[in-house]
């Protein structure tokens, strides 16, 4: 006879509850969650953060609690740097490792918010200094862990993965958390590495567990091979990494009951020598197992140091690169051209963003096909040269059917769009020097422009770090440089409908141009210029229309995607750049020319040209700064497309 299933057991939201707003709740997994492993088995996850960029996301601590307690998943607490959470494992000898502690240094627990674990052990809750640096375990105390940054503990009212016994509250917390005794603080407190080593730190633990990903453990049984791999992922992750590396050694079967003894290893390592074993190493390694593309960029100086020094592309290298110029030399030098009338510069760098499905692509694809053929940008002048568009994202076949609808709605022959615009459907890693030279070398002929869709697709660092955006950057210039081109990449807008592109400051201090692609209303996308270095950047945005155009082609079968959307000309839309500053001078009433200046952020001679037009036109009075019953029927009767 079957015996009846257990029902599941359920979190317990009221348990969870008892977290206040100084505590930041994070998803993992259900408690019967399981992941395949390399040796062909699973491992149980019920404790491991849903999301690999746990450490850094932000979160809302009320919407993961209602999620979890909706969808029934375990729920994490992230630990700060002034969170300090004593962690005993009683399977791991740590009863007894845990009241050696509290007799050696006083330590009293009933004093403390506690949860008992669903394995039977405990959990110490206290506050400690922010800035104070503090090992994970102590020889002398087995079973006893001290987690803070970049650590994170199972929440009271989850399930235990392999009892399927509650976490739960034995002393609840009540105003914030009480300070942890100075005796402890001063027991854990990380000692001074005796040598140290200069850098480290260019993995994440998110990195890490990424990197960790790529490898076997049982291809590291060698002792001295996985010791080396060890050593390499704490000087990369600055020791964070700590419980990233113990749950990738410990899912080789040999070594699955051996996690205290590893993170034992792992926390001498804050006092040996590291033995010129660096981030480097890590680097070799995942290269000798052919995961290269799990690798962190190196520093920005480091990642070019062979490439030559990325300078103005109208100055010549010479051993005296840094000798001045006069004047006179400087305006003998050629003008800088346009691939694009106000659009796409020479030699320049171009960024294209919007929110996501406001049609990057297709102006993306515009711009490309247009310098490709020399075929007009919708009214200005291009400059006909070899294009380079690498798709990192999207399918191949409808990026060449929509290639194919473009020579078609224009008018342009195929073979001519075909022998002058070449397709890479692979991201390059634009901010690795590794990468970008793999792909020079790959593509060596000169180009006008390269494009690369997305950004996000083509990057290996996070995109809010300057560091990691400015290693783009100099890809792209390394880019420009080899191949005498220019560079445009797509990336995405702000969260939160916030204006500009989304990431470091970085970018955008280092582009040319800025165009912004919106979707003002189904159907539709415009383009306009965001920014314009050494330019007016209020001009009229180009409007066009998506429209979808049957794919040619007699193979097509039922259910395959039949058609494809191809951009339609409207015009340059109704809010031309002087209804835009008349309606500056209308929201704003500047007394002053200087304030006109200030609050339209123009440069004083566009000012003055616009001042001028619009007094010629009689829509701005002769001797002021405001408008006359002319200029302002004009501002009422235009639509500035502000609910972009």
Request: hydrophobic share 35%.
């Amino acid at each position: 006879m079957n015996k009846p299933l257990k029902p599941p057991r359920v979190v317990n939201a009221q348990a969870l509850e008892a977290y206040g707003p100084e505590f930041t709740l994070i998803p993992l997994h259900r408690y019967s969650d399981t992941k395949p492993n390399k040796q062909g088995g699973v491992r149980k996850v019920g404790k491991a953060p849903l999301d690999s960029n746990w450490t850094t996301r932000p979160y809302d601590s009320a919407q993961v609690l209602a999620r979890c307690i909706n969808e029934n998943r375990n729920v994490g607490v992230r630990l700060t740097e002034e969170q300090l959470v004593i962690d005993v494992d009683p399977r791991n000898g740590g009863a007894e490792g845990f009241a050696k502690l509290c007799e050696d240094i006083g330590l009293d627990a009933d004093d403390f918010p506690r949860v008992e674990t669903g394995s039977g052990g405990l959990h110490v809750l206290m506050a400690k200094p922010a800035g104070l640096q503090i090992v994970d375990t102590l020889e002398a105390c087995a079973g006893v862990e001290f987690k803070s940054k970049g650590r994170q503990v199972v929440a009271a009212g989850s399930i235990h993965p392999d009892t399927l016994k509650p976490y739960k509250w034995i002393e609840e917390p009540t105003f914030g958390l009480p300070d942890a005794p100075q005796a402890l603080l001063d027991h854990i407190k990380r000692p001074e590495r005796s040598t140290e080593v200069k850098g480290g730190g260019q993995y994440t633990q998110e990195k890490i567990a990424r990197a960790l990903e790529a490898l076997n453990p049982t291809d590291f049984r060698d002792h001295n091979e996985w010791l080396t791999l060890m050593m390499a992922c704490h000087h990369a992750s600055n020791g964070d990494a700590r419980p990233e590396f113990i749950e990738w050694s410990t899912q080789d079967q040999q070594y699955a009951n051996d996690a205290d003894v590893i993170g034992r290893r792992w926390d001498s390592l804050h006092t040996d020598k590291p033995g010129g074993i660096t981030y480097r190493t890590l680097n070799k390694i995942l290269a000798d197992h052919g995961a290269a593309s799990a690798q962190a960029p190196a520093d920005v100086g480091d990642d070019f140091a062979d490439a030559p020094p990325i300078v103005p592309d109208d100055v010549e290298e010479s051993p005296d690169k840094y000798k001045t110029s006069k004047l006179s030399e400087l305006l003998a030098l050629p003008n800088p051209k346009w691939l694009i009338s106000g659009v796409v510069v020479e030699r320049g760098l171009t960024e294209i963003y919007g929110r996501f499905k406001s049609g990057k692509t297709f102006w993306g694809i515009e711009i490309a096909c247009c310098i490709a053929t020399g075929h007009d940008f919708f009214g200005s002048k291009v400059k006909q040269g070899r294009v380079l568009y690498v798709i990192a994202e999207g399918s191949r076949k409808l990026f060449a059917y929509r290639l194919q609808e473009w020579a078609k709605e224009r008018g342009v022959d195929m073979a001519l769009l075909e022998s002058n615009i070449d397709v890479l459907s692979v991201a390059v890693p634009i901010d690795s020097a590794k990468e970008v030279k793999a792909f020079l070398k790959a593509n060596p002929d000169k180009r006008a422009l390269v494009v690369i869709d997305t950004l996000f697709r083509s990057m290996q660092g996070d995109v809010m770090n300057p560091k990691d955006f400015a290693r783009f950057v100099s890809g792209c210039d390394f880019i420009r440089r080899q191949l005498d081109c220019a560079v445009l990449f797509l990336h995405h807008q702000k969260r939160n409908n916030a204006d500009g592109a989304f990431g470091s400051v970085v970018g955008e201090a280092s582009v040319d141009l800025a165009l912004k692609v919106a979707a003002p209303r189904k159907g539709a996308t415009t383009l306009r210029i965001g920014i314009f270095r050494d330019g007016d950047a209020a001009q009229a945005p180009w409007e066009c229309r998506i429209e979808q155009r049957r794919i040619d082609d007699p193979e097509l079968t039922e259910g395959d995607v039949d058609s494809v959307g191809v951009l339609v000309f409207e015009g340059r839309a109704s809010n031309d750049v002087l209804r835009t500053f008349l309606q500056a001078i209308a929201d704003y009433e500047p007394l002053t020319l200087e304030d006109l200046i200030r609050q339209t952020n123009l440069a004083r001679r566009t000012v003055q040209r616009r001042l001028k037009e619009g007094r010629d036109k009689g829509w701005i009075e002769k001797d002021g700064l405001t408008l006359t019953p002319e200029g302002e029927k004009e501002v009422s009767d235009f639509d500035d497309f502000g609910d972009e």
